[in-house]
């Protein structure tokens, strides 16, 4: 079992450590730090932690968290995730809705779910902010898991409208067998999506 500082500790004394892989149950809930010089792969799955600080890692280049142990009966506290010296960072994800709270400098993002347990589909209208890091730094992007939700067509078209060096996007579908909509709905769905205000043109891919 995992606790406070254990993880800091084991990789200020791995200088040449390049990939850290988190897995499992974590005693309490950890707030994990990052300062690495070597790093260029973080993930963590199936952990219990209150936070996740990239304080500085200059050679990190994904940061890969899922499966959040955090929302059960005894715990409904969101992981708090806070991006630092990462120059690098090109892979970020998944950001389960709900389940994680973003900061990035001058910026912070919260998933709204509200009280049916939906996520507001107008949370990225009305609430996101500006993001440096997708105005002036994302290149590629990939989506998956589409379903065609409304708060997912939200979250698409801001981003659109935000990427201004945005050259490649690929979404792919979720399985129809999983979603309430067929392909055909939502592959509809997509190509329903106005770019007039898109900030780049770039190369849209999508799978099914």
Known sequence: MLENGDIETFVARSPVLEILNIHGSIKGRVRLWLVSNSLRCVQVCNSKTESIAVVNAPCLERLILSESMNRDKDNDKCTRVKIGNAPKLRLFGYLDPGKY?????????????NPSGNLNPRFWEDQAGPIISVQFRIKVMTFS?????????????????????LEYAVITMAN???????????????QNMSNEKWASKFNLDVNE
């Open 176 to 190: 129809p067998r999983f979603t309430s909509l067929s392909v055909d709905e939502m592959l509809s769905s997509l």
């Open 101 to 113: 709270v973003l900061e990035t400098p001058a910026t912070v993002i919260t998933i709204v779910i």
């Open 145 to 165: 898991e589409f379903r065609g939700e409304q708060y997912e067509l939200s979250f698409l078209q801001c981003f659109f409208e935000s990427a201004h060096v």
